[in-house]
């Protein structure tokens, strides 16, 4: 009976160890559930319907795929939002880890009756006749069809080189007029945007421009200063209508006396078809020289009268007017040095007459200084391409890549009723047909890719019913 009296006595005690024990081993469980590297922040975001009534807060998950629980501090409870009444789902925890290697680029052929297809970046691994393995830090090693790839462009580091644009916040803007949507920026009104991006003494740019009635824009090239559309010296390239082009020089010689050079006005030899066109312009900075492609082929070549002005910079402006019916887009921006001789015709040529010789030589690799190497592309070891040519197997550093030649296959993704289209920070987008959005997730198949699973943080915005108009109107109308 004593022992029993005791244990009875000290139950107190042991009940207070109890508890403290328990709470310490829930405290532990917490620290080590917050340590683990699958433990993220609940994703923020905003959810857009159909009407354009808007809630912020965290998306949860898909339901039975037919609804999205949301939860949100406005609301007592998680709110049940149909599939079917949502426009668009913005996201706000933004993840693009940066990288010092050089990224592949692989753009998707485009959907029936779409200007422009899905956009995957990643690690080049390996190439194959039916494939392209990337690994990518927001979906893993990710396996590509190759015959549904329309180009694999690599994205140095290095200074001189851009492709976007991403946003408008890496960009400088002079004014409102400018806007970012749907990889494009967009000006609607008078102003100049601008980055420096190190500009090499030859350049390669070349972009994709449209508007509504009449081509009217100027390019600064070399900028000394691109918070200004006046910059105390640049190479500005002017279009001042469909049919011209002339080169305006501004800067200092090298005896300090200030020079603005203007050259006569040339007509456009290719112009462009409809009210839209692609540019490639190919300037050398100490010779004041510039030639301009539009659509492939040469449009002009313009001649500095006061080449290399001392103060010129690194930059690059695109400058707008304010015009009857104005309105101005560009997107597919690409920088790279040039190497002096090459061209986009001249290239055009050679991806022609290279087709007859594809089955010998089914790549050809475009390196940055401007030559080319065929052969076959096999895997990447140490941040190397091995390249199979004619004679002996080379191992060409992936920074020293342009883009490669895939050859002439093409088959167009499919279209699904459930598709969504999910939107990259870093520019591009990826179309899925919707399986579930959880844990910081999402999850679908894309024809391209099979069943994939990426990071919701690798994306600023997922968009619903994107083939539908009105769904396609009201996102434009709120500048989605």
């Known amino acids: 009976m004593k022992p029993v009296c005791r244990l009875n006595n000290d139950a107190p005690r042991w009940r207070a160890v109890i508890i403290v024990f328990t709470a310490l081993v829930t405290h532990l469980n917490i620290v080590c559930a917050d340590s683990s590297p699958d433990t993220k922040t609940p994703q923020q975001g905003r959810v857009i319907l159909i009407n354009g009534d808007k809630l912020s807060g965290q998306p949860q998950s898909t339901e039975n795929g037919q609804e999205l629980l949301f939860n949100s501090k ?6 049940h939002f149909p599939l079917s009444n949502i426009l668009s789902l913005q996201l706000e925890n933004r993840e693009t880890p940066s990288s010092t290697k050089a990224l592949a680029r692989i753009q998707l052929h485009p959907r029936f009756n779409e200007n422009q297809g899905d956009v995957i970046r990643g690690e080049i691994k390996e190439l194959t006749p039916e494939s392209i393995k990337l690994d990518c830090w927001y979906g893993g090693m990710i396996t590509l069809k190759r015959s549904m790839v329309k180009s694999l462009k690599i994205l140095s580091v290095s200074e001189g080189n851009y492709h976007g644009p991403i946003n408008t916040t890496e960009w400088t803007k002079n004014n409102t007029a400018w806007y970012y949507a749907n990889n494009t920026l967009v ?27 009449n081509m009217k824009f100027k390019i600064q090239l070399y900028s000394s200063d691109i918070t200004s559309i006046s910059p105390s010296a640049c190479y500005e390239i002017n279009f001042p209508d469909n049919n011209n082009a002339f080169i305006r020089t501004s800067g200092s010689q090298p005896l300090g006396a200030g020079i603005v050079g203007g050259g006569r006005w040339t007509n456009l030899q290719s112009k462009p078809k409809g009210n839209q066109a692609h540019f490639d312009i190919l300037i050398d900075r100490k010779a004041g020289s510039v030639n301009i492609y539009i659509d492939g082929a040469q449009a002009c070549q313009l001649q500095s009268q006061n080449p290399d002005p001392k103060n010129l910079g690194k930059g690059i402006a695109f400058v707008t007017e304010e015009s009857e019916s104005f309105f101005m887009e560009l997107s597919n921006i690409s920088i790279t040095p040039w190497n002096g001789t090459s061209s986009p015709d001249a290239l055009k040529k050679l991806n022609e007459a290279g087709s007859a010789t594809a089955a010998q030589s089914p790549h050809r690799i475009i390196l940055v200084n401007g030559d080319i190497v065929p052969g076959t592309v096999g895997v990447v070891e140490d941040d190397r ?82 083939y539908d108009e009105e769904a396609k109107q009201q996102r434009e109308k709120l500048r989605l």
């Open 74 to 79: 406005n609301l007592h409870q998680s709110a």
């Open 187 to 213: 000006s609607e009104g008078s102003g100049g945007i601008g980055k420096d991006i190190g500009l090499t003494e030859k350049s390669h740019i070349s972009f994709d421009a449209s508007w509504r009635k």
């Open 385 to 466: 391409m091995i390249i199979e040519t004619e004679h002996t197997p080379i191992r060409v550093p992936i920074e020293k890549i342009k883009s490669l030649s895939l050859g002439n296959s093409s088959e167009e993704p499919k279209k699904y009723h459930d598709d969504v289209r999910a939107w990259f920070h870093s520019g591009g987008f990826v179309t899925l047909k919707l399986a579930t959005i959880t844990n910081n997730k999402i999850t679908g198949f894309n024809q391209a890719l099979g069943d994939v699973t990426m990071d919701l943080s690798a994306f600023r915005r997922v968009d619903f019913h994107i």
